[in-house]
């Protein structure tokens, strides 16, 4: 009591409250009731101004934002706190930053701290010790309760017996297993992700045909387990989780991510939900529950989305099939550095070239191959390995065409089933309500009509199905298809086969093809998606030792090269399409092509300032200063009264400035009005 001194009472005291989290608020009482308490007490003490602050009940203070201990920070150093009242130092603080800057501040007001044991003054060296001992010991307790309840958490998880959440398609069985969940249409819609993933290969075109069949996948209810799931149109992240989470393949997994603690603007910041690697995951148990899909299939998914990845960290990625005609692109590998084949299309001719090289190293590209060629050797290599097969897809593709009933079909079968059944339920408790509870009775009807209208709604969505499905197969169409897939060839060039689609198969048949140069042959080996190599020697004609092919003209040469002083590649480009000159391969000029052209003939490139340098300016300029309009200054080029020339026609003119010296600006020569001497003038006094 001697501490507390009529400076003290003068000020104000502060009671602060916390509790760590949600659950405490909710369920302990007594702990937030003793807080308050402290109230009374500072009243005891002396105190008839108190003031309460309660702003971080359910927050931690491991570190997080508080602001009920900022605004306690900003009253104590405004000089109006003469204690500060809590429990004990945990709940004031759990980490030596946030503790030590209150001892700090309040050491330098004189604010007192007041706890269950006792009242310390931060200006004395014992109760500033007593204090920070506190503090320490805090910190520890926070550090071994975590310890001891992660312990315990990863013990259970070991057995597979730690069951917090489980994704749609499982329900969870008393507290540590789990099952697939008995509904026939879960089950169905999650085989279905799986068996369009296994078909289209890319989590985002399974994502956009569910979209476009308007098939809803079920998803966790927000509101716990005991709601089950919701049913609606997937995002992608959706499709991605489905098909990326072991659970499907019944693996137990604990331990998938991490957190990632950073220090943004003086506080920490926890960075949650960080994936690790598959090695680095906690626990792993296969065959731990029924699964969805083998493991197997669900290692190949993973490893075909990564192949998918398309970012400038996915080097050793092949990337997702995207448009252009060329095949092959994502499946060349450089067989001299190992990097990555890029395409580069000149018009609709392509080239597969590696810059790696060039780009990491400033090195020459390690090689340069015909688009064409290459994949017309690749593709008929491939359509000679999958020519047994082509009856056995042909018949498959009659079997699914003849197939009454689709995936989208049999989703809606099984909503449809599922409104039917809930429009029963609606109505038997309608049925067993009282007529005369108005109140109650109301409510039922109205679900029932709700369920019934459902019901309609799903059925006009399979009658609508059903109108748009094509007419079944005739004798004709089935002995064509199996023509087609006799002759795998004619089914390869066949009209209606795009690139995307011969894309896919070779995708489909193909890992990786491995390509070194070796003079004009192509050593290409294939790598087969069962795990076969094919070498494959693709000979490629050479364009002669410093000659460009297609040759251009000699003139074209030389035109270029003067225009390259006067502008730069894309005026150049424009200029030469306007009069008609064409390229090597009879196309018209792109700045590309200019550049390549002049690296080609090793022309030097436009610079800005070259025509100040040589004292040369354009009409324009000489029309100012001249002081006359343009039409006028290339009249007087023409007439031979300016010298300047002119590289070809739409050419910038180009003059030389001394040549202008004799013309003053507004005092220029009048030159004689006609070329008749005896011509009078009106003379105007």
């Not at 799986?194 to 927000?222: C, D, M, N, T």
């Amino acid at each position: 009591m001697t501490k507390i001194t009529t400076e003290h009472l003068g000020r104000s005291a502060c009671v602060y409250i916390r509790q760590s989290t949600a659950d405490q608020l909710a369920h302990n009482h007594e702990s937030r009731r003793r807080q308050y308490g402290l109230v009374d007490r500072a009243k005891q003490l002396g105190w008839s101004n108190v003031d309460v602050i309660d702003d971080d009940l359910g927050r931690s203070g491991g570190g997080t934002a508080r602001p009920g201990f900022e605004r306690l920070l900003a009253t104590i150093c405004d000089g109006r706190v003469g204690a500060v009242l809590a429990i004990k130092a945990s709940r004031l603080a759990r980490n030596g930053r946030d503790w030590h800057t209150l001892i700090e501040f309040c050491g330098l007001v004189g604010t007192l701290i007041v706890d269950e044991d006792g009242i310390y003054d931060a200006r004395h060296p014992n109760d500033r010790l007593l204090l920070g001992m506190k503090g320490t010991m805090s910190e520890l307790e926070l550090s071994m309760f975590r310890q001891r309840s992660q312990e315990a958490l990863k013990q259970k998880a070991r057995r597979g017996a730690l069951v917090l959440g489980v994704a749609a398609g499982y329900v969870k069985i008393g507290r540590d297993r789990i099952e697939k969940n008995p509904d026939k249409r879960v089950q169905d819609a999650l085989q279905l992700v799986f068996a369009k993933f296994a078909e289209l290969q890319s989590a985002r075109q399974v994502h956009i045909w569910l979209r476009e069949e308007g098939i809803e996948l079920p998803v966790k209810s927000r509101q716990g387990e005991a709601h089950g799931v919701v049913w609606r149109l997937p995002a992608y992240n959706i499709v991605h989780n489905i098909l990326t989470n072991p659970i499907y393949a019944g693996t137990y997994a604990f331990g998938r991510t991490k957190s990632r603690v950073s220090v943004k603007g003086g506080r920490k910041h926890i960075r949650r939900g960080v994936q690790k690697p598959m090695g680095e995951w906690d626990v792993l148990i296969k065959d731990h529950h029924a699964a969805y899909i083998t493991w197997d299939e669900f290692e190949r998914n993973l490893q075909v989305i990564a192949n998918n990845a398309t970012g400038m960290s996915s080097a050793l990625a092949r990337g997702a099939a995207r448009k252009g005609e060329l095949l092959l692109p994502g499946l060349l590998r450089c067989g001299h550095c190992g990097r990555k084949l890029h395409v580069h299309y000149s018009g609709k001719i392509g080239r597969y070239n590696c810059y790696g090289a060039r780009t990491n190293h400033g090195a020459a590209r390690c090689i340069s191959i015909s688009g064409l060629s290459i994949d017309a050797a690749i593709s008929n290599e491939v359509l000679r390995v999958l020519k047994p097969l082509g009856v056995e897809a042909a018949l498959k593709a009659i079997e699914a065409q003849s197939s009454t009933t689709t995936a989208a079909e049999r989703q809606l079968e099984l909503s449809l089933q599922q409104a039917r059944y809930e429009v029963a339920h609606a109505r038997r408790q309608y049925d067993a309500v009282d007529p005369a509870n108005r109140l109650v009775a109301g409510e039922l009807e109205r679900r029932w009509n709700e369920a019934l209208q459902a019901v309609a709604k799903v059925e006009e969505e399979i009658a609508a199905l059903i109108a748009r499905r094509p007419p079944p197969l005739g004798g004709p169409e089935r002995r064509q298809l199996m023509a087609l897939g006799a002759d795998l060839e004619r089914a390869w060039l066949h009209p209606a086969a795009t690139a995307a689609t011969r894309k896919r198969i070779l995708r489909a048949a193909l890992t990786e093809i491995v390509v070194r140069r070796d003079g004009a042959i192509i050593q290409a080996v294939l790598h087969w998606q069962g795990g076969d190599h094919t070498e494959l020697h693709v000979k490629q004609r050479l364009n002669a030792a410093g000659r460009y092919n297609p040759r251009i003209p000699d003139d074209t040469i030389t035109l270029v090269r003067e225009l390259a002083r006067l502008m730069p590649d894309r005026q150049i480009a424009r200029l030469l399409n306007r009069t008609g000159v064409e390229t090597g391969h009879r196309n018209a000029w792109t700045q590309e092509r200019m550049r390549g052209f002049r690296k080609h003939y090793d022309i030097a490139m436009f610079r800005d300032g070259e025509w100040t340098e040589r004292g040369e300016i354009t009409l324009e300029a000489a029309a100012k200063l001249i002081g006359v309009c343009n039409m006028t200054a290339l009249r007087m080029l023409r007439r031979g009264e300016i010298k300047g020339r002119q590289v070809c026609a739409g050419a910038p003119w180009v003059i030389r400035a001394e040549d202008l010296a004799g013309f003053a600006k507004g005092k220029r020569r009048k030159p004689p009005l006609t070329q008749n001497a005896t011509q009078r003038v009106f003379d105007f006094q």
